[in-house]
């Protein structure tokens, strides 16, 4: 597929320059508080901006038309935005009706998800005017094109859907290193570029439960890091290694790498990227049993977080928001045994994301119903209720935890199946999922 021609949005900028007076940063901010007053939790910054109306955004995510409709008073076309056109977004949907309620082919959900109607990475064109086997800036331009995709759908989807193609870009993403004609300037910018390629393709491949597949890859980012001496690189590296090392019981090892993260980005610029690796040491000390060491790790998270966004924030950190702040500390308190708290903090998470993070908000819904399950005092009706919002999000959530967590609410709720409530939605669950 051939890249489109950018065209700036020079609708938005007038507004932003000669109505409203305000800086990208300034604009941003009104948009992050406008989201606020509507309960819509969004980390808007001066780059989305600059994506906006430079034209690399043809049409926002709707969460941000709402938001910028209200804003403004203006339409999406008034605004400068094509949205009229197929290529609006860099994503189709799964399909055109509302399927989430329909049954679901187990053995479809476990797959990669070939057939599904996703326009996920442009084919990373070369460099068009540039000499054959030269690598310019457009390219580098293309590879964290990906990386935003990538993210942007499995926020919505999961990751079933992705790998394949998310796969293939990497690799030529690799050739491009390997064979290319750069400058040296050119080499370390699509070194970390590629890095973060990396680091998205083994998001996926830890959503898809392939864990092994996820440490090689966040390793070949954590070399690019060093490589292209990119602090904020090395950090993001090694906060998904903590994340792995806590998904696969590993307690001091999330908490060493989490700490090496937070040393990597301590002096970078963005208190909100420090705060996630805080809170994915909490996570670590949780898993740990250390509940004192834990409580220190979240209030430093949430006063950290609590300086706001800032220049330096790296566009991936967009889903940390205030509900996954509140969603991952409510799953330290779960690892801490302390139910009636995780309950709560993760039914806070599923009210704070609003309309995004649709996978998240399903996965901290399972959250939701299993701590009603085991808590001390089981609520069990609590649970069924919970868990038959979880069931709504299916199938057009993907992703191999996401079933993994059904399983787990099916297993927490199968000791309460003599209420009338769960007992009803064990037969949902069964006729859902084609499960026996």
Avoid at 57 to 79: N, Q
Avoid at 126 to 143: E, Q, S
Wanted: with cysteine; charged share 25%; net charge neutral.
């Amino acid at each position: 597929m051939a890249d489109r021609r950018k065209i700036p949005n020079l609708s938005l900028r007038a507004l932003r320059e000669e109505e409203l007076q305000t800086s990208r940063h300034e604009f941003a901010q009104r948009v992050v508080k406008t989201g606020q007053e509507m309960g819509e939790a969004v980390a808007c910054s001066k780059r989305l901006v600059a994506a906006w109306e430079d034209g690399e955004v043809e049409l926002p995510r709707p969460v941000y038309r709402r938001i910028l409709t209200r804003m403004t008073g203006r339409t999406m076309a008034e605004l400068g935005f094509r949205a009229g056109t197929a290529a609006a977004s860099p994503i189709s949907e799964v399909n055109g009706t509302d399927s989430r309620k329909a049954p679901v082919d187990r053995r479809a959900f476990l797959t990669d998800g070939a057939g599904v109607a996703v326009t996920l990475l442009p084919a990373l064109p070369p460099a068009g005017d540039l000499p054959p086997g030269r690598i310019g800036t457009r390219n580098v331009r293309a590879v964290h094109k990906a990386v935003r995709t990538i993210y942007a759908h499995d926020h919505d989807h999961g990751s079933a859907s992705l790998r394949q193609k998310a796969s293939e870009a990497l690799h030529r993403a690799y050739n491009w290193l390997q064979d290319g004609q750069l400058t040296d300037r050119t080499e370390r910018q699509l070194r970390s570029a590629t890095g973060h390629l990396s680091i998205a393709v083994g998001w996926l491949a830890y959503d898809s439960g392939r864990p092994a597949d996820a440490r090689s890859l966040y390793g070949e980012a954590l070399a690019a890091s060093r490589i292209a001496d990119d602090r904020a690189l090395e950090g993001h590296a090694f906060g998904c290694l903590a994340l792995l090392a806590k998904a696969s019981g590993r307690p001091r090892e999330a908490i060493a790498a989490a700490q090496g993260a937070q040393s990597a980005v301590r002096t970078f610029g963005s208190p909100r990227m420090l705060s996630l690796m805080a809170m994915r040491e909490a996570g670590g000390w949780a898993l740990l049993g250390d509940a004192s060491a834990t409580d220190t790790a979240i209030v430093r998270a949430h006063h950290l977080y609590a300086k706001g966004p800032a220049d330096a924030d790296p566009d991936w950190l967009e889903f940390f928001s205030p509900g996954e702040l509140a969603g991952l500390e409510a799953l330290a308190r779960a690892d801490l045994a302390q139910h009636e708290r995780a309950a709560a903090g993760a039914e806070q998470a599923v009210l704070l994301h609003g309309t995004q993070f649709q996978r998240n908000r399903a996965l901290y819904t399972a959250d939701v119903a299993i701590q009603h399950a085991v808590r001390e005092r089981p609520e069990p009706e609590a649970a069924a209720e919970a868990a038959g919002r979880l069931l709504t999000y299916l199938p057009d959530v993907r992703s191999d935890r996401l079933l993994q967590q059904l399983q787990n609410v099916q297993s927490a709720l199968q000791r309460h199946a003599a209420v009338p409530a769960v007992a009803d939605w064990l037969e949902e669950y069964r006729t859902t999922t084609g499960t026996s």
